[in-house]
């Protein structure tokens, strides 16, 4: 116990009497650890915000779009370029398939919208009332259109928070006119702001009734006059059942669409869950990626640590040499030097915690990005500092040890 009293009294000692060269080793693994948390936070964030976003427009909404088209030579285009999907395979899917609440199929056209001298593009998305339940959509004033607006193909229209502004700051749009295209339509509602989300966010969007959009831009009919839908979005009503409800809506559009074995699916299946899950993977490889960036940091700082303890060793050669003579064994030079390299980086890893996360807090509430900080970045950031500086200060330290008495003696 008396023998590492003194050990880290030595070690105090050497560290306190070079202050602005302790400062300096240290400044490396703070800006090191600072940069680890700072940009492991964001990668955290984003994938916390992702799901959020997810989660809000429903993780039991499953969403059917149309295949992909083949251009001349076979060329394979995107999918959903395929116009494979009608209004008659969403009421079949609501009639015969089992677990379903709501199916809401819809269209969409990019179409100018002109409000006295306010004019923007926009895309508008023609649909069923069912809409509204089935991506959690909530209304800020007014009213989303009714199953008689659709009935009765009524040109009105439910406006984006974004759209809302951009067309009638500082006033209410709900009653107001719009021209769009070739009509006019009267505002009933105005959403509840949501953010950005997957795709094209509600803010940015325009509803109107199905009926309506399919009177005012020419739509597409397949050979048997059946009615072609961009995408069908449906809401699950157990999400445990959601494979048996994707398998089941492949087996029922298949037969619709009369496709052999042989043939491909003609249209595309994706649920929120499976996107949320796909998007989490992608976020964490991405904020490993930004982890490895910033370790390079703590890498250099690593560096420095040992440039600067082998300085030390040169300064101090005399002083090694006299405790060398006074008894000091080479493990005692060894244990002070590796004491006085870990002591530097573990006291660099707090303080760039406490700077990284002071960095990530203010990125936060300044609205830049969502930032979360977790205790296991705290904690590997804090680990890898103690680890680079027992892995570089080893050899300073073992330098130190082996250092004849006689010669450290004579050493000015």
């Keep these: 116990m008396k023998r590492w009293l003194s050990l880290l009294a030595a070690v105090w000692v050497g560290l306190s009497t070079h202050k602005l060269r302790s400062?300096?080793?240290?400044?490396?693994?703070?800006?090191?650890?600072?940069?680890?948390?700072?940009?492991?936070?964001?990668?955290?964030?984003?994938?916390?915000?992702?799901?959020?976003?997810?989660?809000?427009?429903?993780?039991n909404v499953i969403t059917i779009s149309g295949g992909a088209s083949f251009g001349p030579g076979g060329v394979r285009g995107a999918g959903g370029s395929a116009q494979t999907l009608t209004m008659e395979d969403a009421e079949a899917i609501a009639e015969q398939v089992s677990n379903v609440s709501a199916v809401a199929p819809s269209s969409s056209s990019n179409l100018q919208?002109?409000?006295?001298?306010?004019?923007?593009?926009?895309?508008?998305?023609?649909?069923?009332?069912?809409?509204?339940?089935?991506?959690?959509?909530?209304?800020?004033?007014?009213?989303?259109?009714?199953?008689?607006?659709?009935?009765?193909?009524?040109?009105?229209?439910?406006?984006?928070?974004?759209v809302a502004e951009t067309l009638f700051e500082g006033t209410n749009p709900v009653g107001q006119q719009i021209r769009m295209g070739s009509i006019i339509v009267t505002v009933t509602g105005v959403l509840e702001s949501r953010g950005g989300g997957m795709g094209m966010s509600a803010d940015d969007a325009i509803y109107i009734?199905?009926?309506?959009?399919?009177?005012?831009?020419?739509?597409?009919?397949?050979?048997?006059?059946?009615?072609?839908?961009?995408?069908?979005?449906?809401?699950?009503?157990?999400e445990t059942k959601t494979d048996q409800v994707i398998e089941d809506i492949t087996s029922l559009l298949r037969s619709r669409h009369q496709l052999s074995t042989a043939e491909e699916d003609d249209f595309n299946i994706s649920s929120m869950e499976e996107l949320a899950s796909t998007l989490e993977e992608t976020s964490g490889t991405l904020t490993l990626l930004l982890g490895a960036i910033a370790a390079i940091a703590l890498l250099v700082g690593g560096i420095g640590v040992m440039n600067?303890?082998?300085?030390?060793?040169?300064?101090?050669?005399?002083?090694?040499?006299?405790?060398?003579?006074?008894?000091?064994?080479?493990?005692?030079?060894?244990?002070?030097?590796?004491?006085?390299?870990?002591?530097?980086?573990?006291?660099?890893?707090?303080?760039?915690?406490?700077?990284?996360?002071?960095?990530?807090?203010?990125?936060?509430?300044?609205?830049?990005?969502?930032?979360?900080?977790?205790?296991?970045?705290?904690?590997?950031?804090?680990?890898?500092?103690?680890?680079?500086?027992?892995?570089?200060?080893?050899?300073?330290?073992?330098?130190?040890?082996?250092?004849?008495?006689?010669?450290?003696?004579?050493?000015?």
């Design 23 to 59: 400062f300096l080793t240290m400044l490396g693994i703070i800006i090191g650890v600072a940069s680890v948390i700072a940009l492991m936070s964001i990668g955290k964030g984003s994938t916390a915000q992702i799901l959020e976003n997810i989660q809000s427009m429903g993780s």
């Design 209 to 238: 009734p199905l009926t309506a959009l399919q009177q005012t831009v020419a739509q597409t009919r397949t050979s048997r006059g059946e009615k072609v839908v961009s995408s069908i979005t449906l809401a699950v009503t157990d």
């Design 113 to 162: 919208l002109v409000v006295g001298s306010e004019n923007m593009n926009a895309q508008v998305t023609g649909t069923t009332p069912e809409y509204m339940s089935v991506n959690n959509l909530e209304i800020a004033s007014g009213a989303f259109f009714t199953e008689y607006d659709y009935q009765q193909g009524k040109k009105v229209a439910v406006l984006g928070s974004n």
């Design 308 to 412: 600067i303890m082998l300085v030390s060793v040169l300064e101090r050669t005399r002083e090694i040499g006299i405790r060398k003579a006074l008894g000091a064994r080479e493990r005692d030079i060894w244990t002070q030097f590796l004491l006085e390299a870990t002591f530097l980086t573990f006291a660099g890893g707090i303080i760039g915690v406490v700077v990284g996360w002071v960095v990530s807090y203010f990125i936060d509430i300044m609205g830049l990005m969502t930032t979360v900080v977790t205790a296991d970045i705290v904690i590997l950031a804090v680990s890898v500092s103690v680890g680079i500086g027992l892995f570089f200060g080893f050899y300073p330290a073992w330098n130190a040890s082996r250092l004849n008495p006689i010669e450290a003696l004579r050493s000015e």
